[in-house]
């Protein structure tokens, strides 16, 4: 006997916080849901590391092939409906979401580099992928790395 009475399958556990939404078509997990990501996680017990969406794929399709994670193709994080999920790989789950975009824009906004030099036409290095580059600290590198190949040279009697 466990806890709190029997055991009950993972497909009762699963419809027990399951509530269909009509217009969209999601099942909505009605059960735990971490308020940090927004994702349903099954109860305290031999599932408690369980997330709602991974449970019920593997529920009613199989297992989740290795090195994949699973997209809610509906956009929906609370969505346990098998038919909104999806394998993919991780990139494409962040491609999905707008993860990318979201931190490209993010970066286009900035108005200084990470050392606090102001980005403007006369402070920007050209780059062949076409991100900004602050002259000031492009400098400082290259004179960092000449240096440490001196001395290397030098230590080891290079050329001589």
């Given at each position: 006997?466990?806890?709190?009475?029997?055991?009950?399958?993972?497909?009762?556990?699963?419809?027990?916080?399951?509530?269909?939404?009509?217009?969209?078509g999601c099942w909505l997990?009605?059960?735990?849901?971490?308020?940090?990501?927004?994702?349903?996680?099954?109860?305290?017990?031999?599932?408690?590391?369980?997330?709602?969406?991974?449970?019920?794929?593997?529920?009613?399709?199989?297992?989740?092939?290795?090195?994949?994670?699973?997209?809610?193709?509906?956009?929906?994080?609370?969505?346990?409906?098998?038919?909104?999920?999806?394998?993919?790989?991780?990139?494409?789950?962040?491609?999905?979401?707008?993860?990318?975009?979201?931190?490209?824009?993010?970066?286009?906004?900035?108005?200084?580099?990470?050392?606090?030099?102001l980005y403007e036409p006369?402070?920007?290095?050209?780059?062949?992928?076409?991100?900004?580059?602050?002259?000031?600290?492009?400098?400082?590198?290259?004179?960092?790395?000449?240096?440490?190949?001196?001395?290397?040279?030098?230590?080891?009697?290079?050329?001589?």
């Amino acid at each position: 006997m466990g806890r709190r009475g029997a055991w009950k399958p993972i497909t009762e556990r699963l419809w027990s916080k399951i509530m269909p939404e009509p217009n969209s078509g999601c099942w909505l997990w009605v059960g735990s849901i971490d308020k940090n990501t927004g994702y349903g996680h099954l109860g305290k017990n031999e599932y408690s590391s369980a997330l709602a969406h991974r449970a019920s794929y593997e529920c009613f399709r199989g297992p989740i092939p290795v090195g994949l994670v699973i997209d809610h193709k509906c956009r929906v994080k609370s969505c346990v409906n098998p038919d909104h999920l999806e394998p993919v790989t991780h990139y494409e789950n962040n491609v999905r979401g707008g993860v990318y975009d979201a931190a490209a824009k993010e970066k286009k906004s900035r108005t200084h580099c990470r050392k606090g030099h102001l980005y403007e036409p006369s402070n920007l290095v050209p780059s062949k992928s076409g991100t900004r580059v602050c002259r000031i600290c492009h400098r400082a590198i290259a004179i960092a790395f000449v240096s440490r190949r001196r001395v290397l040279i030098k230590e080891n009697n290079y050329g001589a």
